[in-house]
């Protein structure tokens, strides 16, 4: 099942007005790193002083003007691709400006750029209790907080950005998918259901019902919910896969079966979808073609003793006694347990059918 994930949003670095010369900021970043005074700067922008500051306190300037144009180069490193010189900038600045919420959140992303997600975390984290909260960058946490295999806290996180913006799909749709993997189920159907309310041709939450439907064998409904996923997404073969196994459940292997062949194979070879292949086939009496799936499987997993025997067992079915004997010989190799009594009962059959050796 796909997992969505929140779109990075970089509207922390609105345009909070001035404007930047590059050199000038890569001068002052140059003479702040090895420990030059302000004195540069100043000459730069036109006021001299002598003046020079502890670099373990910031840059030394503390000014509105001053952080606008941090703000704004940090803004160009990263539509450039160069997180890292964001980084370090930003890192000198929330120095100087602490309590600075957008500067915060820009030293995040620079920091998500260079692949520190946990300090990126923390900022995250950070400018929240700065304030003004957001639900975006809740959102932005808990997402980070879930890949750095902290479920609980990204729980947490998603339910905050809910509140904040009960209106956003997406807070509930996150909070639902966690909440599931935690075993949470009552309370994921409720977030599920949250989901479609906001936005009822949702095919992630629709076919996420479904399935928790289906698991709790509540078919028809669950067929309800996975049609609003396939018409959203009516190609998307996991929707696909749960219809087939709905269609099944209620005694309809025939447009189970339609549905499966429409399959990409590498898909359809899949254990839990062969299995219902195999399934399907058997309730309509073609145990040949489930035994064609089964031996190309095998072509991809030729030390399987599980898969080579259950395939021989599926030409035994189909009454090709010949290949199921090969099969089963192939596991008997493998040590697998039982094989050698299949290789016994085919040889028999074989010789029963005239073509034994």
């Known amino acids: 099942m796909r997992i969505a994930q929140p779109v990075r949003d970089f509207r922390s670095l609105h345009h909070r007005g001035g404007s930047t010369v590059l050199i000038v900021i890569v001068l002052v970043l140059l003479a702040a790193l090895v420990g030059g005074s302000v004195y540069l700067w100043n000459t730069l922008i036109g006021t001299q002083t002598n003046t020079t500051p502890d670099h373990t306190q910031g840059t030394g300037i503390s000014t509105p003007e001053h952080a606008e144009e941090i703000l704004e180069s940090a803004r160009a490193y990263l539509r ?6 964001a980084r370090v900038l930003l890192e000198l600045a929330i ?10 959140v820009a030293y995040a992303e620079s920091l998500l750029g260079v692949h520190k997600e ?20 809740e ?11 902290q479920p609980d806290a990204a729980m947490l996180h998603y339910k905050a950005a809910q509140q904040l913006d009960p209106n956003d799909p997406k807070h509930p749709l996150y909070l639902g998918q966690l ?13 599920m259901m949250m989901v479609l309310r906001l936005d009822a041709e949702n095919a992630i939450a629709a076919g996420t019902l479904a399935d928790m439907l289906l698991e709790d064998n509540m078919v028809e409904q669950a067929l309800r919910q996975i049609a609003i996923a396939r018409k959203v997404e009516p190609d998307n073969e996991v929707w696909k896969l749960i219809e087939a196994r709905g269609l099944n459940r209620i005694n309809k292997p ?33 145990p040949k073609d489930a035994a064609n799936l089964y031996a190309r499987a095998v072509e991809v997993d030729r030390q399987n003793t599980t898969l080579l025997m259950e395939t021989a067992a599926w030409f035994e079915r189909a009454e090709d006694f010949a290949q199921a004997l090969d099969f089963a010989r192939s596991a008997e190799q493998l040590g697998a347990e039982n094989a050698a009594r299949m290789v016994d009962r085919l040889n028999q059959k074989l010789a029963d059918a005239g073509g034994g050796e």
Do not use: M
């Not at 450039?80 to 010189?85: A, I, R, T, V, Y």
């Not at 946990?118 to 960058?137: F, L």
């Open 80 to 85: 450039e691709d160069q997180p890292e010189k």
């Open 95 to 104: 120095i100087d400006y602490p309590a600075d919420q957008d500067l915060r």
């Open 118 to 137: 946990e300090q990126a975390y923390e900022q995250y984290v950070e400018s929240q209790r700065i304030g003004p909260k957001q639900a975006w960058i």
């Open 139 to 149: 959102a932005a946490a808990g997402t980070l907080a879930n890949k750095l295999g």
């Open 179 to 191: 909440q599931r993997t935690a075993g949470q189920r009552t309370e994921a159907e409720a977030s």
């Open 254 to 286: 025939e447009q189970a079966l339609l549905l499966l062949q429409t399959f990409n194979v590498n898909f359809l070879l899949k254990e839990h979808v062969r299995r219902l292949y195999g399934e399907v086939c058997g309730k309509l009496n073609r």
